[in-house]
């Protein structure tokens, strides 16, 4: 079998991956604090006996996250939350450990759970609970106060304080959860970081861009199949050659 077909295969799974991730993207341009996956691929020489150096074929690399902020929107909305500057929200993961996000629109469950996309989040004491019926104001620093139903503004209480983390210049890995995790373990509160309350932080996607993106990535796949289905052309006709010769 032509080698050809191995090299173009290659890069034909490449595309179809890169395809998946600036889909993903896509879909996520719209969603609070989201970050943009990145996609690459490199030029990997194939060793073996018999093969020629210009052999090469095509690998993925983990360029990680766009970790650049997203536009900033005011919503007006107590319980919106965007990070001023560099940053990370806590919140608690599907499988209980510690997890990071940018994302701000907290909504207060059933039992009174703070939670980011079903998430809860994490305050000094684990997830943070608030009063039932209670109006919540965010402060600066991550503090959540509330007022009873029906009580004056001199009411207004502390509950918690939202974890506030920054890894610094440490990068946070990505889950398949979409959430980021640092690799050396939980993050301390930092108290430099700062909230703005009836804000949140947009994707960092650029939509047109995606869309170019996912254009350039199907004509290039579309290129690699045309170059396996040319190398099988020629494979037929040289076989057809081989018959008339026998």
Known sequence: MDRI??????????SMDQQSVVSH??????TSGFRAQLHAMRAVPVEGDGLLPTRVSVAATTPGADFSPG???TTGRDLDVAIEGNGWLAVQAPDGTEAYTRRG????DGDGVLRIAGHPVIGDDGPMVVPLGARLSMGADGTVSAIGEGQQADALVDVGRIKLVDPGEAPLVRGDDG???APAGALPQDEAVRLASGTLEGSNVSAIESMVSMIDVARRYEMQMKVISTAD??????????????
């Open 233 to 246: 052309e020629n494979a037929q006709r040289a076989n057809s050659l081989l018959s008339l010769q026998g």
């Open 71 to 73: 536009p900033m929107s």
């Open 5 to 14: 077909l191995y090299t173009a295969m290659s890069g034909a799974k490449q």
């Open 25 to 30: 993207n896509l879909a996520n341009a719209g």
């Open 105 to 108: 629109d907290i909504q207060v």
């Open 179 to 181: 959430l980021f995790r």
